[in-house]
Each structure stands twice: as C-alpha cells, then as structure tokens.
C-alpha cells in the first residue's frame, strides 16, 4: 500500500497488539463523528445520507421478509428459496449493466441523469411492497392468484426486485460520489457506509415486532412500502449543481487552510 499521506496516525505509539487495535478502533469511530459533523455544513450530502438511511434499510429488510413470508406464508422449501436467491442477485447483475448502459440513455425523461434514475427506480420498486399488500383484497384470495396469494408469483417478483435493486445499487455510490468534496472521499464513504449498516437493523426489529402483534408477516409490507416511499421526497430535494458547487468550495477552504497550516510549520 502506498505511505498514508499526513502526520502518523495517534494510535501508532501505543505497545502491544490489543492495545493498538483498541487504540485504531477508537480513533476511526472518533474520525466518522467529525467527518458526520463536518458532512453537517454540505446540505446535500445530509439529505443524500438520509435517504440513503430509509431506502437502504427498505431494500435490505424487503430481502429478508421475502424469504421469510415464502417459507412461512407460501409453504416454498429450502431449494424454492434458493431459486428466489439466485434469481434476485442474477436480475440485479442485468440490471446493474442495463440501467446506465441502456434504459437511462433512451428514456428521455431522464435526461441521461443519475438523480432521476434513483427516483425512478425507487418509484418502480414500491410496486413490490404494494404487489404483497394486495393479498388482502378478497378478489385475489378467491382467484388464488395475484397479490403473493400463489407462491410462483414471488420468483417473478425476485426478478423485478433485484433488477432494481441492482440498478440503485449502482447509481447512488456514483451519485453519492459527485457530492463528495475532493480529498475527503475515504471519510465520506466511510459515513456511507456506516449510514447503510448503521440502518440494518432498524426495519427487521420493525418486522419482528409487527409480526408479533399481527401475527401476519403480510402486514410487514406496509412497513417497507412506507420506508421507500419516505426516501423519496428527501432524493428530491438533492440540487446537485448546489451539491457539486459546496463541495468544490469546501475542498478550496480545506487546502487553504492545509496551505497555511504547512507554511506555519515551516
């Protein structure tokens, strides 16, 4: 690895391996509570980082509850659960490839633009929490069919779900990434990624409990409708031309400030 620019990192001077790895340990969870207060003063960045909450912890509990509802609401077995798998992750690969490469280049409401790509997909993905609500309805009860009521249905919606999951995966690293003042992308995607983490644990505490109240893991889905639905409007509210515009002048002061620091010292 290349030398890591700047002065020797705190914990350095500590002997002995645990006390160097408590020391490490400390000073990164130390460097994501500044990086979040500094990330404070980049309004778009904040609006990203929380839509990036609730739509991370929608598409990831979504996973979860589905293999959980085809095992206990459709009777599907080890090997039906494992298909649901396999065709999630190879439709999220698809849509991985098509969403920049083919569908936003010729949807022309898009603009070619990765911001209303987002919104478009998260737009679309609702479709799956509001699909698994609609085996209330007694008509489809009665049809057996439509609204997760029959569970071949669930292999046909792992593949609409994992191709956008696949393109959202994509299009916000990327998105999140114009919004990053330079030099300070190591730390920003650290908050990405404890932002994303951080939330895994939000929606199936949430799922548990609805369940245990309920005692209906369908109702679940009006949970996760409305964690994607919430994430929306704060997407929306991202102006990336004032995004892009903050974080090049952030990264200016910063080397500024740098510049001045090291003409002192010298």
């Known amino acids: 690895m290349r030398p890591r620019p700047g002065p020797p990192l705190p914990a350095s001077k500590h002997a002995g391996y645990i006390r160097k790895l408590v020391a490490y340990t400390a000073y990164g969870w130390k460097l994501i509570f500044k990086t979040l207060r500094q990330a404070r003063?980049?309004?778009?960045?904040?609006f990203f980082l929380a839509a990036w909450f609730?739509?991370?912890?929608?598409?990831?509990?979504?996973?979860?509850?589905?293999?959980?509802?085809?095992?206990?609401?459709?009777?599907?077995?080890?090997?039906?659960?494992?298909?649901?798998?396999?065709?999630?992750?190879?439709s999220g690969i698809l849509g991985a490839i098509l969403?920049?490469?083919?569908?936003?280049?010729r949807l022309r409401f898009l603009h070619n633009s990765p911001h209303r790509t987002i919104i478009l997909i998260l737009s679309l993905t609702l479709i799956v929490p509001v699909y698994g609500l609609?085996?209330?309805?007694?008509?489809?009860?009665?049809?057996g069919f439509g609204g997760l009521v029959h569970k071949n249905e669930i292999y046909g919606l792992a593949v609409v779900f994992g191709f956008l999951y696949g393109g959202m995966q994509g299009y916000c690293r990327s998105f999140f990434g114009e919004l990053v003042p330079r030099g300070m992308e190591a730390?920003?995607?650290?908050?990405?990624?404890?932002t994303d983490k951080g939330s895994s644990a939000v929606g199936p505490a949430v799922v548990g409990l609805i369940t245990d109240l309920t005692h209906e893991i369908r109702w679940a889905f009006l949970f996760l409708g409305f964690m994607i639905a919430a994430s929306i409007p704060l997407m929306r509210k991202i102006d990336v031309v004032r995004g892009k515009a903050d974080a090049e002048r952030w990264s200016s002061e910063r080397e500024i400030i740098e510049d001045d620091t090291d003409t002192a010292t010298e």
Not at 41 to 46: A, E, G, N, P, T
Not at 99 to 105: A, D, E, G, I, N
């Open 41 to 46: 003063r980049l309004k778009d960045v904040m």
């Open 134 to 143: 609609l085996g209330f309805l007694p008509i489809f009860q009665k049809l």
């Open 54 to 90: 609730l739509l991370s912890d929608g598409y990831t509990t979504i996973t979860s509850t589905a293999i959980l509802f085809a095992k206990t609401t459709l009777g599907i077995k080890a090997s039906g659960l494992a298909l649901i798998g396999i065709l999630a992750t190879s």
């Open 99 to 105: 969403w920049p490469r083919v569908l936003t280049p």
């Open 187 to 194: 730390n920003m995607f650290a908050l990405y990624a404890v």
